[in-house]
């Protein structure tokens, strides 16, 4: 079985994103092993321009966005059902639009081999953070305790986000996606040369998975099959 790699560009502060998350996860579990799995979650900021250390109420922002309040409400209404049928119960009314580049320092942080943590599980209390308690994902001190609470040390992560590591690394995927053209989220990115885009019902997901992993495999035996004839045709002492 030849494992596919999967990177998921998304933002904490995007409902489909967490829509696809859960959608994506019924996807693996209907799958249930039949193919190797390595997911990862990539960075993207869907307001980059988003002041640090500011807050803005989620309901003015779309109104901003979307052309007023009523257009702002329709768009809140639509997710938050998207998101119950999804078994997430989105608190709209509480979340506070915030800079994220925090958060996906954090995310960084986590997926690193010498993480405690493992990375998915930061990105849900992240989103869970966000959608549901009202809290500012772009306060250190906020970070700092949803990291603790899934098995951080806040201390530990209270001087990691005060400091400059994982900045680079962060903006360089912030810029790979730009130039790789991904102008919406959640994007699934398969081996880097696949995509699929957005929250895809969990029957689509399978069902593409499925594919590209026999493409893969077949890919993989062909390459085996080539590498082993040149063997044989190469010259003898």
Same mark, same amino acid.
């Given at each position: 079985?030849?494992?596919?790699?999967?990177?998921?560009?998304?933002?904490?502060?995007?409902?489909?994103?967490?829509?696809?998350?859960?959608?994506?996860?019924?996807? +693996?579990? !209907?799958?249930?092993?039949?193919?190797?799995?390595? +997911?990862?979650?990539? %960075?993207?900021?869907?307001?980059?321009? *988003?002041? %640090? /250390?500011?807050?803005?109420?989620?309901?003015?922002?779309?109104?901003?966005?979307?052309? /007023? %309040?009523?257009?702002?409400?329709? +768009?809140?209404?639509?997710?938050?059902?998207?998101? !119950? @049928?999804? #078994?997430? !119960?989105?608190?709209?009314?509480?979340?506070?639009?915030?800079?994220?580049?925090?958060?996906?320092?954090?995310?960084?942080?986590?997926?690193?081999?010498?993480?405690?943590?493992?990375?998915?599980?930061?990105?849900?209390?992240?989103?869970?953070?966000?959608? +549901?308690?009202?809290?500012?994902?772009?306060?250190?001190?906020?970070? *700092?305790?949803? *990291?603790?609470?899934? #098995?951080?040390?806040?201390?530990?992560?209270?001087?990691?986000?005060?400091?400059?590591? @994982?900045?680079?690394?962060?903006?360089?995927?912030?810029?790979?996606?730009?130039?790789?053209?991904?102008?919406?989220?959640?994007?699934?990115?398969?081996?880097?040369?696949? *995509?699929? %885009?957005?929250?895809?019902?969990?029957?689509?997901?399978?069902?593409?998975?499925?594919?590209?992993?026999?493409?893969?495999?077949?890919?993989?035996?062909?390459?085996?099959?080539?590498? /082993?004839?040149? !063997?044989?045709?190469?010259? #003898?002492?």
């Amino acid at each position: 079985m030849t494992a596919l790699r999967v990177e998921i560009w998304s933002d904490v502060v995007c409902p489909w994103c967490y829509i696809g998350k859960r959608r994506f996860e019924r996807a +693996v579990e !209907a799958l249930d092993g039949e193919v190797a799995l390595d +997911v990862v979650y990539r %960075p993207y900021q869907l307001d980059p321009t *988003a002041s %640090p /250390g500011r807050t803005q109420p989620v309901f003015e922002a779309y109104a901003r966005k979307f052309g /007023g %309040p009523d257009q702002a409400q329709m +768009v809140i209404d639509r997710v938050t059902e998207a998101a !119950a @049928g999804d #078994g997430l !119960a989105f608190r709209m009314d509480r979340a506070l639009r915030a800079n994220t580049l925090l958060a996906h320092r954090l995310l960084w942080l986590a997926e690193q081999p010498d993480s405690p943590v493992p990375q998915d599980r930061l990105k849900e209390r992240l989103l869970q953070a966000y959608f +549901v308690d009202g809290l500012d994902i772009g306060d250190p001190d906020a970070l *700092a305790d949803c *990291a603790a609470e899934v #098995g951080f040390r806040r201390d530990e992560i209270r001087s990691f986000l005060d400091g400059e590591r @994982g900045r680079a690394e962060v903006a360089a995927f912030l810029e790979e996606a730009a130039d790789a053209g991904i102008s919406a989220v959640p994007t699934f990115v398969i081996n880097r040369r696949w *995509a699929i %885009p957005g929250a895809q019902d969990p029957e689509t997901f399978v069902n593409v998975i499925r594919r590209l992993s026999e493409k893969a495999t077949l890919e993989s035996a062909a390459a085996t099959t080539s590498a /082993g004839a040149g !063997a044989d045709d190469a010259p #003898g002492d």
